[in-house]
């Protein structure tokens, strides 16, 4: 028997109505969870647990619940001290808002499969997270699983083995097969520390397996997405300044806390599938958040949208945000800011007078929380190509290629080579 049960006097039986994320903590400030649940913290160091009408066992004392479920709803929270026998504690978390009800489908690309299938869905189910990519190969029933949906998957809920994989560098033939299996491929590592420079981009992080390669892969059109476009904000901007047409996405390989605290939400068009959602990404039809849902709309057409001009024409843009912690709306173009506003509904006309693109920005705390793939403004058929940006990634290239010559083969060189003439010739 655990210790802290021998302390143990009453129950209290834990009910939302719906999967939810618990706490129950004692004014020691002690965690309670149900029999056979790990206990586990989350990034504030608050205990938490998963699931509904769960029964735990408490000290008679006075105990603090709080409820929650993901990003897309608030918390309530109730002090009491239980009874003898067993107390029911009946507490749902607030909702803040649908995505679902508007097509868009929230997505954590980078869970690692190295629990129990119990503790995943629990989880899933718990943050109403409506999509998880597990990694293959990395435990329980990750063979087996592969290309299937794992059996508590919904209309709504979507588990997949192996739905994204992330690149390892550019390996033309690994990732080329790998996308025509329909899978995503990306880099889930952010950069770390400032990139106002290309000089101090490449210095942070591992080669091997960051974003830092990212300038290679996305010249020659063998990576889907960019992560993490919220903490790596700048860099991505000047990658799809550059030319290069890769959709936002949100994640990190650092597991602390539940999964899904950042997601990547995809318009879907149709039932949500794991396929139906992978092409919405592959599309570019998506935003990253850490918990506010951002819009974003170019003469009504969404995130992903190319939308081909004569000089001189001009469009709508409108962004609009929901949920806490946002300051500023910010629109942005290849050139720099467009308008920004407090939270709600920030619109602006634009003159396209050569090829761009648009995204929206939400920030706040001096942080990203959110971010939108772009939607391409080509002009007679041109797309994006800013000299600035176009150099800035030649200069990345050749920092990277220096870093990197000794360690790999001259086929791998030879792949950097072809990525710069890629960036060369957008400079003509």
Known sequence: MRDDLKLVTVAIRLRAGFPCRWSVVSADGRGWFPQDTSPARDLDGLPYFHGDDLVVHVPREQLTVRVTRGMEYGSAE?????????????????????AAARGWYGGDLHVRFNRPTRWVADSQLGEDLHVVNLLPGDGEAGETWSGRDLPWSDETHVARVGLAH????????????????????????AFRGPVETPEQLVGVGDPGFDARLSVVDAALGLVDTFSSAIES???????????NRIAAVAGTPQRLGPIGRERTYAHVRGPLTAESYAEAVRRGRTFATTGPFLELAVDGEGPGATLDQVAGNRVSVVGRVIGPGVETVRLLTADGELASGPPGEVAADLAVNWPTYVVAVAEGGGQVRAHTSPVYLDVERRRVAREEDVTFCLRWLELLEDLIRDRVSADYLAVVEEARRVYQARLT
């Open 233 to 243: 904000a700048r860099a991505y901007r000047r990658l799809i300044g550059a030319g």
């Open 78 to 98: 109730t002090t009491l001290t239980p009874g003898s026998g067993e107390t029911l504690v009946e507490l749902a978390p607030p909702r803040i808002y649908d």
């Open 166 to 189: 992330q690149a390892l560098g550019p390996e033309s033939d690994t990732l080329s097969k790998l996308r025509e299996r329909g899978a995503l491929i990306g880099y889930a590592n």
